[in-house]
Antibody, heavy 118, light 110 residues
Framework: QVQLVQSGSELKKPGASVKVSCKAS????????MNWVRQAPGQGLEWMGWINTNTGIPTYAQGFTRRFVFSLDTSVSTAYLQISSLKAEDTALYYC???????????WGQGTLVTVSS | QSVLTQPPSVSAAPGQKVTISCSGSTSNIGNNYVSWYQQLPGTAPKLLIY???KRPSGIPDRFSGSKSGTSATLGIIGLQTGDEADYYCGTWDSSLSAGEFGGGTKLTVL
């Protein structure tokens, strides 16, 4: 069965960086794009962008163009989200989600909580 | 502020039915498929409806979706306490070239 397994919670200080992983299994990795979704505490879902798992080309939503980087390691069917220069407002749950057809997210990771606090 | 508007909350009694609306524009709902997601407390979102009105395997037929013009609607009949969750609509916005979610609707089953 399809599974997306994300790395564990992270506690970081302001200014640090974090890299979240999303390991896919149960399907051919490069047949579906991978999206990232943020959910701040008590808030709704926010689309961050996606990465083409064939070409490795990322597309970022507005507001996620400077400190956020999507990448892949196709040899281990894993997508990554790196956030640099962390701020308190980056504290959120970050989800990876497999896209079947343009914003049709049929499988989600369990979420990774990133907490930024001094 | 999302370009898709959902009511913040809806409520109904067990066994009753409820609808959740998602209002957008021609650049998003009007010209793209709508998906709906259920997020139970403390869990990741789950796909409930795709391509406006299709249910993935395993989703009961108590859940339905429809779309008319620039609005979409999620319907749930035979409400159960286990349906208490946040529900989100989602679609692509062709003008923004971005994915969009509605603000979410909290369903309370009284």
């Amino acid at each position: 069965q399809v599974q997306l397994v994300q790395s564990g919670s992270e506690l970081k200080k302001p200014g640090a960086s974090v890299k979240v992983s999303c390991k896919a299994s149960g399907y051919t990795f490069n047949r579906y794009s991978m999206n990232w979704v943020r959910q701040a505490p008590g808030q709704g879902l926010e689309w961050m962008g996606w990465i083409n798992t064939n070409t490795g080309i990322p597309t970022y939503a507005q507001g996620f163009t400077r400190r956020f980087v999507f990448s892949l390691d196709t040899s281990v069917s894993t997508a990554y989200l790196q956030i640099s220069s962390l701020k308190a407002e980056d504290t959120a749950l970050y989800y990876c989600a497999r896209d079947s057809n343009s914003m049709e997210f049929d499988n989600w990771g369990q979420g990774t909580l990133v907490t930024v606090s001094s | 502020q999302s370009v898709l508007t959902q009511p913040p909350s809806v409520s109904a009694a067990p066994g009753q039915k409820v609808t959740i609306s998602c209002s957008g524009s021609t650049s998003n709902i009007g010209n793209n498929y709508v998906s709906w997601y259920q997020q139970l407390p403390g869990t990741a979102p789950k796909l409930l409806i795709y391509e406006n009105n299709k249910r993935p395997s395993g989703i009961p037929d108590r859940f339905s979706g429809s779309k008319s013009g620039t609005s979409a609607t999620l319907g749930i009949i035979g409400l159960q306490t286990g349906d208490e969750a946040d529900y989100y609509c989602g679609t692509w916005d062709s003008s923004l070239s971005a994915g969009e979610f509605g603000g979410g609707t909290k369903l309370t089953v009284l």
